[in-house]
T-cell receptor
Framework: DAKTTQPNSMESNEEEPVHLPCNHS???????IHWYRQLPSQGPEYVIH???SNVNNRMASLAIAEDRKSSTLILHRATLRDAAVYYC??????????FGPGTRLSVLP | GAVVSQHPSRVICKSGTSVKIECRSL??????MFWYRQFPKQSLMLMAT?????????EQGVEKDKFLINHASLTLSTLTVTSAHPEDSSFYIC??????????????FGEGSRLTVL
């Protein structure tokens, strides 16, 4: 199954952009790239997903490399409420979501 | 976005008792529901996948007789932890996917249920 690699943790200052990287070198042609985030003691929250083209929504932007072996979640202006664990996930062939360790984002005031 | 609700959010029980956790999709029909378990400072681990009207598919290492999953309707799935023991204490999270989002769409997650077994 395709897997993802993310940094364990990142820090950002409030009001600054944040770029969260994800490597998925074994991605297959039909795998969608999904991003979720989890605040403490809560279930994961959908952020964004895409296949090949860059995607934008009200929460974030997703930049996907041309070879699809990596992607970057972009938070344009980090707020304290964005502090969470961010998961980059590839939907596997059984349509399951397999969570890796994710990136713990800290936002400094 | 779509809403998935779990109940109870917290439960404390004595060792040897059974606990039922409910997962409801409030504004869509969930053809598939997933149950995850999360231990402190760890990621979510998929326990089982359930499709409405059929038996759940359990991940390797998850005891189906201990974690009973029922998905009797398109809006409700239940997880029953039978004869719970302290090592079953964990954060249990359900997620649901609508019929229309089977191939490409996102999952919607419940708020999670924290089980503490004394």
């Amino acid at each position: 199954d395709a897997k993802t690699t993310q940094p364990n943790s990142m820090e950002s200052n409030e009001e600054e952009p944040v770029h969260l990287p994800c490597n998925h070198s074994t991605i297959s042609g039909t795998d969608y790239i999904h991003w979720y985030r989890q605040l403490p003691s809560q279930g994961p929250e959908y952020v964004i997903h895409g296949l090949t083209s860059n995607v934008n929504n009200r929460m974030a932007s997703l930049a996907i490399a041309e070879d699809r072996k990596s992607s970057t979640l972009i938070l344009h202006r980090a707020t304290l409420r964005d502090a969470a664990v961010y998961y980059c996930i590839l939907r596997d062939r059984w349509q399951n979501f397999v969570f890796g360790p994710g990136t713990r984002l800290s936002v400094l005031p | 976005g779509a809403v998935v609700s779990q109940h109870p959010s917290r439960v404390i029980c004595k060792s040897g008792t059974s606990v039922k956790i409910e997962c409801r999709s409030l504004d869509f029909q969930a053809t598939t529901m997933f149950w995850y378990r999360q231990f402190p400072k760890q990621s979510l681990m998929l326990m089982a996948t359930s499709n409405e009207g059929s038996k759940a598919t359990y991940e390797q290492g998850v005891e189906k007789d201990k974690f009973l999953i029922n998905h009797a309707s398109l809006t409700l799935s239940t997880l029953t932890v039978t004869s719970a023991h302290p090592e079953d204490s964990s954060f249990y999270i359900c997620s649901a996917r609508s019929r229309g989002a089977a191939l490409t769409g996102e999952l919607f997650f419940g708020e999670g249920s924290r089980l503490t077994v004394l």
